[in-house]
């Protein structure tokens, strides 16, 4: 494909998304959110179906998980934002005389991971529709059929309660043949539509480059970072409890979800109970040799990333991969490490069951442990603690680099919302400027709107003998310009 071409493609889809956005800006409240419940009832109704798509297309995870995946990504993201008022005035406060407006944003770009395809489109769409913004979605190639599956269901829906056309329009319209498929035609035609001077947002989940392409293309963006999130467990805690909470994370979609555990770090102290009870829920730890093994399937030492191979595979399938034997019935695998950083390729995030596993002398240096996993490839995005000591806790939290703190919870599902804590159901996951990411915030339909304020004329009685002149006068000290105004600092 051209540049000529993907350009052309390109404004197709925006000039019929800024002809949706000019409709949709004319919605009411109630319009709008019978729109949106009506797409998160089609997305929840066909979440098995969707889930099964996206296991079979992608040959990732498990569909049972990726069915809960949808769970989240239509009910309980429906739940979080359904009261959350995006049309009109969102306050007016007579004091200050400053009122708050509400107005979209328009045409969003929205890229889908192939880790989480029919969840992330569900997801996207709902915060898009709800803040009154048209969506483009844009799959990964290895996940079109099921990305393009779930757009169709959610615009039938959103159609059938008088949204605009083209509301949600998707790029591709049917899987790739990867036999005749060229990589440089689908990242021309993403590039043009990112650049594209009618968009007006990216939302972009998914690996490092993309994310890159889309802060570097001029248009506004939401991305997200690496996770290679450390587990702390301290001494306070309730072992049992802790590893149960981390498999049940770990294994879930086969670690497929980019705020899972990455490594698990223990003191010294507990390091023989927190062992043996790994052994007892289904852990195998590997021995040096495997560990060297499992490094040449898990780890793409040329681009310094995960191997695509065992992203979202099973044990069995990884270990296969390696040439080990593990036990029938094995969870995950775990790397006992002395390291972190390049020589040790297992401390890196890995998108599969595989935990490294560090013994830390005492506290201080578990969580130094822990600051140097963060560094290595996960700053801004996520990290865990379990422990029952709340003085440990806070200094835990303050030494870590980290949007999303959890504690005594499964990362995967903690670091999402909505299900173990308070914090917004998204899908996209902010890193803050250390993951160099805008916000640390779970991205949702809040971040969707532009807030238009409207300022009254209110005189401040701080100031309300201003006088020019006197800052004009180079003879008066500071002290005494700002007695004028009966200000003391």
Known sequence: MSIEAAKKRADDFLVKAKESAAIFSQLSQEHVDRIVKAVYEAGFKNRVKLAKMAVKETGMGRWEDKVIKNVVGSLFVYEDIKNLKTVGILSDDRETGIMEIAQPIGPILAIIPVTNPTSTVIFKTLIALKARNPII??????????????????????????????????????????????????????????????LSLIIATGGGGVVKAAYTSGTPAYGVGSGNVPILIDKSADISFAVKNILISKTFDNGTICASEQSIVVEQSIADAVIKEFKAQGGYFLSEEEIKKVEKVAFDREREIMSAGVVGQSVEKIAQLAGINVPAGTSVLLAPLKGVGDDYPLSSEILCPILAFYVARDFNYAVKTCIDLNFHGGMGHSAGIYANDDGVIKEFSTEMSAGRILVNTPSSQGAIGGIFNKIHTSLTLGCGTAGKNITTDNITAKHLINIQRVARRRGNERFSNFDANLFYDESLSTDEILRKFNLNY
């Not at 979605?137 to 996940?143: E, L, N, T, V």
């Not at 829906?157 to 498929?181: G, H, S, V, Y």
């Open 137 to 198: 979605i844009s799959p990964h190639q290895k996940a079109i059929g099921c990305c393009v599956e779930t757009a169709k269901i959610c615009y039938e829906a959103a159609l059938k309660e008088d949204a605009p056309e083209n509301c949600i329009q998707w790029t591709r319209e049917e899987p790739i043949d990867f036999a005749t498929f060229d990589i440089k035609d689908y990242y021309a035609e993403t590039q043009a539509l990112m650049s594209h001077p009618k």
